[in-house]
């Protein structure tokens, strides 16, 4: 079944047939065109032809802009998981919380599925050559893909982007041009490379293929999280839409996409809403979130972006902030927020270690921004949310972790003729100096396993401490005297006796009078509460609301 589609001006409205070369309207010159599909027609069929196709991102050809499938360049793109964040979810109250991974695409960040698509299209035409500029990520997909494509690749490339990056567009056999200068220079450079060579050059939002190809993620999220959450309740559509997508933005491919996908899901009558969109940017570059809070249509360009995060240095976003916004508008809307790069560093740290993902610092950003907005009160607790793990693909952990981040062992060397020592001996007495004497120790009582397993990864991800759990307050005071903790963490809220009466039995014994306490608790205190805690903690955390690196900090500080 091959799909009938035409391109579509945004500006004039004019359709015509859809050549690859060609990137303006032929009516105004507008370079602002979509593709349309014939929806209606393809409506009844596309749920039965799904249904039996390997969930990846040529399951949708129907709705992609590529006639042939092209499997022989395919790397296996688009299909990632979509990953209930558990540990996340619970220290942001976030139960609902849900992560696309897509550096399970084939070149490790989801600019593979605007590569895959749009390399499939070029092949199609015949096209045998082609420009790109990029921030990296871009370069490496378009790369893998033109390589198994026969297609010869031009890669402008900042300076700014990581050297391991570079490499690897190398490696693949693109052409790398590093240019001295920002993002939207190396564009220029490219954009006029193209034109005067007349070589395909890829206009990120502006290219036909990229927005479809983006789209995808749409589609892949609505079916994923029906399979997890079910048929919304309604029962009016089988699938189910996210209330928020969260991501990184850069030129802003990604929503542009993701909204045209739930546009075209409505239209099909797969889902009965979009989501609403956050999207985030590093403080030193942020075009789009300075225009969305002056209420501004346009978005000034930032000149010289300052951010250690080269993938997410768009200074100048041009028309695209303009349509992702009235996108937006007529969507369920959502907002643009900032982080700083520090934030984001934190977030990549929180992320791997309460969740096993090491994301690169762009994505990142999503998840501080996440953070942010949860804190906020601008995403709720009840709220279905998706972010958009969107890439990893540079040991950048160096710069995150600071130094003492490994420890080491020699393997001992056999000593001389006197003190002949035995290889296990010295090898176990060189492990044991791996770990220290006595580890502070810590008791964590509360009635929620979850909830002390979370307690206990922050701990142990970040320092040596000996661990006692109690699953309620009186095998919590037992434990106490038993062990005489260095510090206690309590929960307030359990069964029988609460924090409040195990606090009275330790504070009436000269044993465990002065050992500090820490209360995390999901409860919202009243006034008389916290008169009755006062003076008899040291310190007060709300369970969904505390950062893993302040509990740590707290613990840190009271016994370290
Ligand atoms: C390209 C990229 C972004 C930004 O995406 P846009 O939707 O184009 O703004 C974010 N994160 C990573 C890892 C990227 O490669
Ligand atoms: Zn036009």
Known sequence: MTSPFIV???????????????????????????????LESLKADLPALWKDRPFDLWRYRELLPVIAHVPDISLGEGGTPLLRAANLGMMLGLPKLYIKDERQGPTASFKDRQAAVTIAALKEAGVTEAVIASTGNVAIAYSAYAARAGIKLWAFITSLVPQVKMREVALYGTQVVK??????????????????????????????????????????????LTAILGPPESGAVPWRTPDWYVQAVS?????????????????????????????????GCAPMVSAWKANKEKADP?????????????????????????????NAGGLFEEVSDEEAFRAMHIVAKMEGMSV??????????????????????????VVNLTGHTVPVEQSVLGENWARSVDYPEKKGKTGELAPEEGLLAALNRVSADRYRRVAIIDDNPDVRQLIRRILQAQGNYTLFEAQDGRA????????????????????????????????????????????ATAKELSNLEKER????????????????????????????
């Open 360 to 385: 690169e610092p762009a994505s990142a950003v999503a998840f501080a921004g996440l953070i942010k907005l949860v804190r906020a009160g601008a995403i709720n607790p009840n709220e279905v949310v």
């Open 476 to 519: 919590g005071v037992e434990l106490i005297n038993r062990e005489k903790p260095d510090l206690i963490i309590l929960d307030l809220m359990m069964p029988e006796m609460d924090g409040f009466s195990v606090l009275e039995v330790l504070r009436h014994n000269p044993d465990t009078a002065e050992i500090p306490v820490i209360v």
């Open 179 to 224: 240019v001295t200068g920002n993002y939207d220079q190396a564009k220029q450079i490219a954009a006029e490379f193209a034109k005067t060579r007349a070589l395909y050059v890829d206009r990120g939002v502006r290219s036909i293929t990229t927005v479809d190809a983006m789209k995808t993620l749409a589609f892949e999220m609505a079916e994923q």
């Open 8 to 38: 579509e001006c945004l500006d004039c409205g004019h359709r015509s047939p859809y050549v690859i070369t060609e990137n303006h309207c032929i009516n105004c010159g507008s370079d602002w065109r979509e593709t349309r599909y014939d």
């Open 302 to 330: 930032v000149i010289n972006p300052r951010t250690h995060i080269a993938t997410l240095a768009t200074g100048d976003p041009g028309r695209t902030y303009t349509v992702l916004r009235q996108r937006m508008l007529d």
């Open 251 to 283: 030129g802003g491919l990604g929503p542009v996409g993701v909204l045209k996908g739930f546009e075209e899901m409505k239209a099909l009558g797969l889902v009965d809403r979009s989501p609403k969109i956050a999207n985030l940017q590093a403080d």
């Open 533 to 560: 805690l006062g003076g008899q903690i040291q310190a007060l955390m709300q369970k969904g609301d505390f950062m893993s690196d302040e509990l740590l900090a707290e613990v840190k500080k009271l016994i370290e």
